[in-house]
C-alpha cells in the first residue's frame, strides 16, 4: 500500500533521495507535514498532478514547497489516474461499490487507466476503465449496483461519455 517514491517511478532520479513521502497505492502520493510551523517540500515526478483536497494542479519534473495547517497535508492524484472515493466516511465496513465516485485525473490525449471496486472479502465486485480520445474521456463500468458517480479533476475542460 505505501511505497517509496522510487520503487514508482524507478527511471526518475530525483525519486531516489526523498523520504518523507510516498506513493499510496498507485495514484495517490502523500507528503506528510512534520514541521510545527506546517512548511512542507517534496518533489513530484513528471507529468499535470491534482491535490485531491484543493483541487489545484501542480506541474511536476520539480520540488514543490507549501505550508498547510493541521487540517491539510499535500495528497495528490498521479495524472491518466482513475481515483476510487468511497462514499461513507464514518466507518470502514460498508458496501464500497454503493455510492462510489470514480475520480478521473487528469488525462493526457491517448492515456488509458482501470481501477476495482472491491466488496468487504476483497471479491472484485466493479471495474472502471477509462481512455481519453481527443476532448472526450470515454468512461465504462461494470458491475456494482448502478449507484455511482464521476468527477473531472484539474483544470481540463473535457467531456466525459459514459459507454456501455
Known sequence: ????????????RACETPDKQYMLGDSLLAAPVFKESGEVEYYLPEGRWVNLLTGSVAAGGKWQKE??????LPLLVRPNS???????DTKPDYEYCDGVKFCLSVFCEGAASSTEVTDLNGKVVMTAH?????????????GGNGNWSYEVLGDQELSVEVVE
Not at 482513475?82 to 461513507?88: Q, T, Y
Open 1 to 12: 500500500m505505501m511505497r517509496p517514491m522510487f520503487v514508482e517511478f524507478p527511471e526518475d
Open 67 to 72: 505550508t498547510h495547517d493541521y487540517f491539510s
Open 82 to 88: 482513475i481515483l476510487a472515493v468511497g462514499s461513507c
Open 130 to 142: 477509462a481512455e481519453r480520445k481527443g476532448e472526450t474521456i470515454l468512461l465504462h463500468v461494470e
